[in-house]
């Protein structure tokens, strides 16, 4: 019985609705908390550090056709090691020191949804 | 003997001081919590948020460790008349900040600037950035090398420049205690466990956080 319960558990667990929906929760509440200063609570690039004075424009993640052009080992470079990584920005900040690997993870979870897209394959 | 009889006063003078300064801090402490202000604030280390929604629960800035982080003329001119800091509202990235904080008369601002100065930080070196009329390296770093002034609003020859997401810089010589600045740098998630700030440990050297945290007291 209890291995039965365990088996359950572990293909609940495993499957990807539930992986999905885990990391999907986790990846807006990040964002909301970590991207949204600049990058906007949508996500389009907006957020209230853009002022007249932001010297670059902060990356649309809904904008699915440049989304598609950038694979998720990018997106995670960049989260990791701030924009200069891929000769963008140093306004965007280099968060490896702040965020677990498993909150990088989420967070491109969650942006793969902001655009709707899977990215190129690396 | 003769050396005697002059320490004895002094001891007497310094003994007085001290129980002065604790009566003080403890009658500030009293109109603090009469005020209500500790539900908004709390003055108890260490920092005990985990998680972004233990952040979010909390109503306004920590105050554990005021003494270390402020500047005493600054905090009575504040008390009185209490202006925001932060551009936007305490733990929003979307709503302006209203104002509207809670103002003490001027017979409460001496008690209870006692009472927040006494909250101090051990790892607070006092001395340890060297404040110059200028720090150019440090400006390098905070305008262009790192994203401080993404987020961070700083005077400019015209008048500001800056993000609205984070504490306001304009005045920050006169509000912050720089060797907290290096402090924070240095140790961040010993004052804030969680938050909007990235980590710049193991990104910034030690020098370059000196040099930051000296450049920020140069502002007016």
């Known amino acids: 019985m209890t291995r039965l319960f365990l088996t359950t558990l572990l293909i609940v667990a495993l499957s990807p609705a539930f992986t999905g929906a885990a990391q999907a929760a986790d990846g807006e509440a990040l964002f909301g908390f970590y991207c949204a200063q600049c990058h906007g609570t949508g996500g389009e690039g907006d957020g209230p550090n853009v002022t007249g004075d932001f010297p670059v424009d902060p990356r649309n993640f809904t904008e699915t056709a440049e989304m598609e052009k950038i694979s998720d080992a990018d997106i995670r470079n960049v989260i990791i090691d701030g924009g200069p990584i891929a000769d963008k920005s140093p306004m965007m900040p280099p968060w490896g020191k702040t965020l677990t690997n498993a909150e990088v993870e989420a967070l491109v979870g969650y942006l793969r949804q902001l655009c709707n897209c899977t990215g190129k394959t690396s | ?220």
């Open chain 2, 1 to 220: 003997m003769k050396t005697g009889v002059s320490v004895f006063p002094a001891l007497v003078l310094l003994v007085m001081t001290s129980s002065l300064a604790r009566a003080d801090a403890a009658a500030g402490q009293a109109v603090f919590e009469s005020n209500g202000c500790q539900s908004c604030h709390y003055t108890q280390g260490p920092a005990t948020e985990k998680t972004i929604a233990d952040q979010l629960a909390k109503k306004g800035p920590e105050l554990w460790y005021a003494g270390s982080k402020f500047q005493r003329p600054w905090l009575e001119t504040w008390l009185v008349d209490p202006q925001p800091i932060r551009p936007m509202k305490f733990n929003s990235v979307m709503e302006p900040n209203p104002g509207g904080h809670a103002v003490l008369s001027a017979d409460q601002v001496g008690p209870v600037a006692d009472y927040l100065m006494s909250l101090r930080s051990d790892i607070v070196q006092d001395g340890a950035v060297k404040v110059k009329k200028k720090n150019l390296k440090g400006k390098l770093i905070f305008i262009k090398k790192m994203p401080c002034s993404g987020c961070h609003q700083f005077p400019t020859k015209k008048k500001f420049s800056g993000g609205l997401s984070g504490p306001s810089l304009i005045g920050a010589g006169k509000r912050l205690n720089p060797d907290w600045v290096l402090a924070y740098l240095r140790e961040p998630k010993v004052f804030k466990p969680v938050k909007m700030m990235p980590v710049f440990v193991g990104v910034l050297s030690d020098k370059d956080m000196k040099n930051v945290a000296a450049h920020v007291a140069t502002f007016k």
